[in-house]
């Protein structure tokens, strides 16, 4: 394979999964190739759905890649997640409450659940926030604990406040600020066209450009991430209070899942009066800053039989 560039990180999409991604990655010293296909925009948008499994659609995840070998991972990774829809949830920014402190290394490893190793997958897959990273690593992230006792992975890119009146696109305004003030540059009009795999691991990504094919080399891995998202620009019934919390923008994830989402973490206190607690039928995440006062977000971690071993 003749390569055109070697970088530490490819992230494909420059909305904000890929920016966050790239951010991370540049502030521990790396160096990353952004790709905006042409989908991407101001609007923002998935792509083209692809099919995976029994006629399941899943909107970002490999669309427009046309490659057998690529389109196969992506089935194996997403072809057991079941049907899931789009809710109200899926297209805002998840809001988290998490303790201050890091989980201690002297504590025990949770237990894996497929089941809901399965659901996290999903609902990244179903936010225009989530990602997949073609290898899994914990590394550059802390461990951290939401109000609820739950575990999660974070790598934290920084800290602002939102935008009351339009959370969304606050967060990706202030993700491009981030990327330009690190001399990100996104390169625009290269489509994914094939993830190259060498013994099983990805190793690097092919991009169509209007002049011709693109090969990058990768030491660290893909970001799989989608466009910009369509943003409603409307949050309604915010109090202005909470334009004044200031939130810290961070990339989550579970141990040993491949899929994650950008995220807003608080430590602030939650009212406990009137929760609405998270049921396993639904699991709404609570995503407004209103709401973020008043319910607490359950998540639970988990690992699923056939995903490929972790480092791979």
Same mark, same amino acid.
Not at 46 to 58: E, M, Q, T, W
Not at 97 to 104: Q, S, Y
Not at 173 to 193: K, T
């Given at each position: ?9 490819? =992230? ?6 890929? !920016?966050? &991604?790239? @951010? +991370? ?49 992506? #089935?194996? /990774? ?16 998840? %809001? ?47 461990? /951290? ?6 575990? @999660?992975?974070?790598?934290? @890119? ?11 696109? +606050? ?18 009009? =290269?489509?994914?066209?094939? @993830? ?19 090969? %990058? ?6 970001? %799989? ?25 961070? !990339? ?11 995220? /807003?973490?608080?430590?602030?206190? #939650?009212?406990?009066?009137?929760? +609405?607690? =998270? ?7 609570? #995503?407004?800053?209103?709401? &973020?006062? #008043?319910?607490?977000? &359950?998540?639970? =971690? ?11």
């Amino acid at each position: 394979m003749n390569w055109d560039l070697d970088v530490d990180m490819v =992230c494909t999409g420059s909305g904000p999964a890929g !920016l966050a &991604t790239a @951010i +991370s990655a540049v502030d521990f010293g790396g160096d990353v190739f952004v790709a905006a296909s042409p989908a991407d925009g101001p609007a923002g948008g998935a792509g083209v759905p692809v099919s995976v499994g029994a006629g399941r659609l899943h909107s970002w995840l490999g669309s427009r890649v046309l490659d057998p070998e690529t389109t196969d991972y992506f #089935v194996a /990774l997403s072809s057991d997640l079941g049907p899931f829809g789009h809710g109200a949830s899926d297209i805002d920014v998840p %809001i988290c409450v998490v303790h201050e402190t890091p989980a201690g290394p002297g504590r025990a490893v949770a237990p894996f659940f497929g089941a809901e190793l399965r659901e996290w997958a999903a609902r990244c897959l179903a936010s225009p926030y989530g990602y997949l990273h073609t290898r899994v690593s914990d590394w550059r992230t802390t461990t /951290l604990h939401t109000a609820d006792g739950e575990t @999660i992975e974070v790598a934290e @890119i920084g800290s602002m406040r939102p935008d009351p009146d339009n959370v969304g696109a +606050s967060v990706l305004d202030w993700l491009g600020a981030q990327a330009r003030d690190r001399s990100i540059e996104v390169q625009p009009d =290269c489509a994914l066209q094939r @993830i190259v795999f060498e013994d099983g691991e990805a190793t690097g990504a092919v991009f169509s450009t209007p002049d011709g094919e693109l090969a %990058i080399r990768t030491r660290h891995g893909v970001t %799989i991430a989608t466009g910009s998202p369509q943003l409603s620009g409307e949050t309604p019934d915010m109090p202005s209070a909470a334009g004044d919390s200031t939130l810290r923008v961070c !990339l989550v994830g579970r141990h040993a899942s491949r899929f994650g989402r950008v995220e /807003l973490l608080t430590s602030e206190p #939650v009212a406990r009066d009137g929760l +609405s607690a =998270c049921r396993p039928v639904n699991r709404q995440l609570h #995503v407004s800053l209103r709401e &973020t006062r #008043v319910h607490s977000p &359950t998540w639970r =971690c988990g690992s699923v039989d056939g995903y490929p071993s972790l480092g791979q």
